[in-house]
């Protein structure tokens, strides 16, 4: 008798359907955050760094200073002396492959836009090798926006 009774509250069990393959995947989509990466970019000279805080904060800074150094050579500050500061993006492409756009005002006409921009292809070339950001375990593209202080000496 109990195994009669056990075998009849089980068969309720074997009427429920499985999820389908497409059902299981729009869930799975759905929890995931497209906004944020698991692994922002990152150099080798901040690989060491276990807090992803602060190897986010080394990455950047690293970036920024390496940009500051090749642009502040000469060009752009002897065509336009008045520019101190230019935010440029930069696109990490999946590839490690780099895109520098430089940002400007929406009202800024003063300044001679394909210059800038020829100037900053110019210059930024031979960056180092950069590791990009990485999304459940594929690496992705990434865009952000430095500011980048023109030295003055």
């Known amino acids: 008798m109990f195994f009669f009774s056990a075998t009849l509250v089980s068969c309720q069990f074997f009427d429920k359907k499985a999820p389908s393959e497409d059902e299981l995947l729009q869930n ?3 929890k995931i955050d497209w906004k944020k990466v698991d692994a922002f970019p990152t150099v080798d000279a901040c690989e060491v760094i276990t ?3 602060q190897r986010r904060q080394c990455f950047f800074e690293y970036l920024t200073q390496t940009i500051q150094d090749k642009l502040s050579v000469d060009t752009l500050r002897i065509f336009y002396p008045e520019i101190d500061t230019i935010e440029v993006k930069v696109t990490v492409f999946p590839d490690a492959t780099l895109k520098f756009e430089p940002q400007f005002p929406k009202d ?8 800038i921009d020829s100037i900053l292809h110019t210059k930024l070339v031979d960056m180092p090798k950069i590791n990009p950001a ?8 990434t865009q952000f926006v430095l500011p ?4 003055s000496e």
């Open 148 to 151: 980048v202080i023109l030295k």
């Open 28 to 30: 799975e989509l759905q």
């Open 51 to 53: 807090d992803e805080s």
């Open 108 to 115: 800024s006409l003063a300044y001679d836009k394909i210059k």
């Open 134 to 141: 990485i999304k459940r375990g594929i690496p992705v593209k």
